[in-house]
């Protein structure tokens, strides 16, 4: 009677450990997320903090805390975390060894975090991918191209190249070359060129505009035209001047040359 009474306690403390291990877990992971999200609300309202940043943390926040209720947990249920850690360390090795590309994207992840080569909103050439950066996660960066499709780029893809961010400055230079013929007056296309630019509002006036020969070229001479704008204003100035110049030119009677071939037909006769 005894040892069955013995055995029924023992098998009722073991469901109230598990019972309670349960319940560490579930109050645990409800508590995870809570202080998790609150550190990102606290961390979203500094300015100085980058939305990608603060993702980044409440994620890291997270699965740190999750570590923390799992161990408790079993420390409940009579699990000895000093093994516990043995094994979680050559298991960790193995799944390195197996998931090295993984851990690679997950390195590359806080390298763009730690060095910000460029955040959420930026269009950037980057992983062999050009368009506007939407989220920064720990293996992967979501970068939607200028015609609306969604590409998952690996973290470990972008660092490994380079990174061009276009909205990095507030300003940007456009360049046009434009060629005219050579039969053509030089001063005049020069003095058109530059009026097209000094008309348009959106040239930043004070950084310069450079009109000048560029080179002699087969066929043609060309100009470069170097303009100072800001970087939202950048493709709309370009394309403008670009139907301006050739609208403007038709009307003065400037040619710009395009690539011609003559052919020399002799009758043997």
Do not use: C
Not at 80 to 96: N, R
Not at 119 to 124: A, C, E
Not at 150 to 169: F, L, M, Q, R, Y
Not at 245 to 252: G, I, L, P, S
């Amino acid at each position: 009677m005894n040892s069955v009474q013995t055995v029924s306690d023992m098998i009722g403390l073991y469901a109230l450990n598990i019972a309670i291990a349960i319940v560490i877990f579930i109050l645990g992971k409800w508590v995870a997320k809570k202080i998790a999200d609150f550190s990102k609300k606290m961390m979203l309202k500094n300015e100085k903090v980058d939305k990608t940043l603060a993702n980044f943390l409440d994620d890291i926040i997270y699965y740190v805390l999750m570590v923390i209720v799992i161990l408790t947990a079993l420390k409940q249920l009579g699990v000895d975390t000093t093994s516990f850690f043995a094994i979680l360390g050559a298991a960790g090795l193995a799944i390195g060894l197996a998931l090295k590309d993984s851990l690679g994207n997950f390195a590359s992840g806080v390298m763009i975090i730690m060095f910000r080569p460029f955040k959420v909103g930026d269009f950037v050439n980057a992983g062999g991918v050009s368009g506007t950066v939407e989220e920064v996660s720990i293996f992967n960066t979501i970068i939607i191209t200028p015609d609306n499709q969604k590409i998952i780029v690996p973290n470990g893809a972008i660092t490994g190249g380079s990174i061009t961010n276009v909205n990095a400055k507030p300003e940007r230079r456009v360049d046009l070359v434009v060629g005219i013929s050579y039969d053509d007056d030089i001063k005049k296309a020069k003095d058109l060129l530059k009026g097209l630019v000094e008309a348009d509002e959106r040239v930043i006036k004070d950084k310069g505009i450079t009109v000048a020969v560029s080179e002699l070229a087969d066929s043609s001479v060309n100009f470069v035209v170097r303009a100072w704008v800001k970087t939202p204003d950048y493709w709309g100035v370009k394309f403008d001047l670009t139907e301006n110049v050739k609208t403007t030119f038709d009307k003065e009677g400037i040619t710009i040359p395009y690539p011609q071939q003559d052919v020399h037909h002799y009758n043997n006769d």
